[in-house]
């Protein structure tokens, strides 16, 4: 999968699965231009380790809930790189964990923006610098499929309207544009550290056909995949990573 050339704009890159996303582009000879939204860390890490082994790679703080730091992240790639091939809108959380009796309006509205309102703002934002043969690659959830675990009602809508937003904009911007989107299961990342128990995940990893927690590695292989030639007649595709837990 030789992305030589191409130019990939990675949101959320800076941690997790984004920065392997980031890293996995890079290798296969990709330009990357990393946003990440508080620490520097991450991003500037992968920065280095890019463009010490002969890459070409930026970072930029940005929060992609808001247009004008969208429209920065993006014209800043297209000065430096010339325009855009690849966009992986990875940026989201759950935000907390809430039953439908302690959803408020702001902290809906807080989950939409930054799983949903946020992929909208970055794929529109690049579209009109991206050349035909260009890939859209989303990130969707399992939640989008089977409603989430307990508390995530808002963050599983929110992943179900990315799902949507990905199957809509495969046939508006087909044929030059394919666009498809991830559905991980359980992930080993900090979502998953910080908001569930390490017995569920224990539990989650042992039902699994694979018996294991997914690698934010495993995840960064099928965007690439999905960004590259060798899934040219994919679109509007929803693929399903997650050890074999839920068949869709």
């Given at each position: 999968m030789d992305l030589k050339g191409k130019t990939a704009i990675v949101t959320g890159g800076g941690r997790d699965i984004g920065r392997a996303?980031?890293?996995?582009?890079?290798?296969?000879?990709?330009?990357?231009?990393?946003?990440?939204?508080s620490s520097s860390k991450g991003a500037d890490s992968a920065v280095s380790e890019i463009t010490s082994a002969g890459g070409k790679a930026l970072a930029m703080q940005g929060d992609m809930t808001k247009p004008?730091?969208?429209a920065?992240?993006?014209?800043?790639?297209?000065?430096?790189?010339?325009?855009?091939?690849?966009?992986?809108?990875?940026t989201g959380g759950i935000v907390a964990r809430r039953p439908l009796s302690e959803i408020s309006l702001d902290y809906w509205q807080s989950v939409f923006d930054l799983n949903t309102t946020s992929a909208l703002l970055v794929i529109k934002e690049a579209v009109p610098h991206m050349k035909n043969g260009g890939a859209i690659v989303t990130m969707a959830s399992q939640a989008g499929r089977d409603g989430g675990g307990p508390g995530a009602l808002a963050y599983g809508m929110s992943k179900g309207a990315v799902m949507t937003l990905t199957r809509g904009?495969?046939?508006e911007l087909g044929p030059d544009?394919?666009?498809?989107?991830?559905?991980?299961?359980?992930?080993?990342?900090?979502f998953h550290n910080i908001f569930t128990k390490p017995e569920v995940r224990k539990h989650v990893a042992g039902?699994?056909?694979l018996k294991r927690e997914g690698a934010s590695e495993d995840v960064a292989n099928l965007a690439?995949?999905?960004a590259s030639e060798q899934s040219a007649f994919i679109t509007g595709a929803c693929v399903d990573i997650n050890g074999g837990m839920l068949f869709s």
């Open positions: 996303c980031v890293m996995a582009l890079a290798a296969r000879g990709a330009n990357v231009a990393i946003n990440y939204f004008d730091d969208v920065a992240l993006v014209n800043r790639t297209v000065e430096e790189f010339g325009g855009v091939d690849i966009v992986m809108p990875i904009l495969a046939k544009i394919r666009v498809n989107a991830m559905c991980p299961g359980m992930i080993d990342t900090d039902v699994t056909p690439v995949f999905l």
